[in-house]
């Protein structure tokens, strides 16, 4: 399998999310990101049938609620509320905000070219919201923005905590989906979020949202990983919204303005720049004498 092939794979059915809830499912979406929690999770279990190790769980439970459990809740309030593509260009914000994140909490302050990054992928979101007609949902916008937040953090916490030895890639997400499964299950039985009917349009597209969207593209993501390295495979996840726009442009005749492209095209380059600042951090500090 080629591996890079395999990234842009699942960066391509990721950007398939948007147009799959705004037109297949119903609009609650705590239920929905449940739906796609439990039956992706229980897909990459059954891959990599591994336990959690019992002084893990705290921190599994953690990043499961961070990870999954809010990111999805919140994605897909963003994803019912905004355009596709608008809603996937803020998912391109995350190594950026992990950058602040970083700084914050972990002091370990940015590069000057991260510092760069960050204010153009600010620029450009700044640009992706403004609309002639003043008609963003602000609430999207805030949902969007707070899902990356979450992903981000519970990023942070990984790389702080680790991964536990004994588990895959696979069985490591595969617990976390189900923690944040299980906890947006509870919560959507709480507040009443759940639809009172599911049709077959529904039933179809929550199984392509478990299994096509999530089980199938974390698997391929992780392959990449594991083989490419992470700074190989992130900058793939640049093909996302640009898939959203154009599924959105297609199918339901949402085209976005010239300020928004803009503004794609400036959130897209703040994360090339901030890869590259990377890697050149990177090389600087492997060619230094031990």
């Known amino acids: 399998m080629n591996l890079k092939l395999a990234a842009l794979g699942a960066a391509i059915l990721w950007g398939f999310t948007y147009i799959i809830t705004t037109t297949m499912l119903p609009h609650n979406p705590i239920f929905i990101g449940s739906v796609r929690a439990l039956g ?66 972990l002091s370990q302050p940015p ?84 639809p009172a009917a599911i049709s077959w349009t529904n039933a179809l597209g929550l199984a392509i949202l478990a299994v096509v969207l999530t089980a199938l593209p974390f698997i391929l993501w992780f392959r990449a990983i594991v083989a490419l390295g992470a700074a190989s495979v992130i900058p793939f996840v640049l093909v996302t919204p640009v898939v959203a726009f154009i599924l959105d442009a297609v199918i339901r005749n949402v085209v976005p303005g010239p300020l928004q492209l803009v503004g794609v095209v400036l959130v897209m380059t703040g994360l090339i720049v901030n890869q590259w600042a990377g890697a050149r951090s990177a090389k600087s500090a492997a060619s230094k004498p031990a």
């Open 40 to 105: 992706g999770g229980l897909l990459l279990l059954a891959f990599a049938r591994q336990m959690v190790p019992r002084g893990y769980w705290p921190k599994l439970i953690v990043l499961g609620t961070l990870n999954f459990g809010a990111f999805f809740a919140l994605l897909f309030v963003s994803a019912i509320r905004l355009p596709g593509g608008v809603a996937g260009t803020f998912q391109t914000l995350g190594p950026l905000i992990t950058i602040l994140l970083a700084w914050a909490l």
């Open 111 to 194: 590069t000057l070219m991260k510092i760069v990054s960050i204010l153009i992928g600010a620029v450009g979101v700044t640009l992706v919201i403004l609309r002639a007609d003043a008609g963003i949902d602000m609430i999207g916008v805030a949902a969007a923005l707070c899902s990356v937040v979450a992903g981000s953090l519970g990023g942070i916490l990984i790389n702080r905590w680790g991964r536990p030895a004994e588990m895959s890639l696979v069985s490591f997400t595969a617990w976390q989906l189900l923690i944040g499964g299980t906890e947006l299950a509870v919560l959507a039985l709480i507040i009443g979020d759940v």
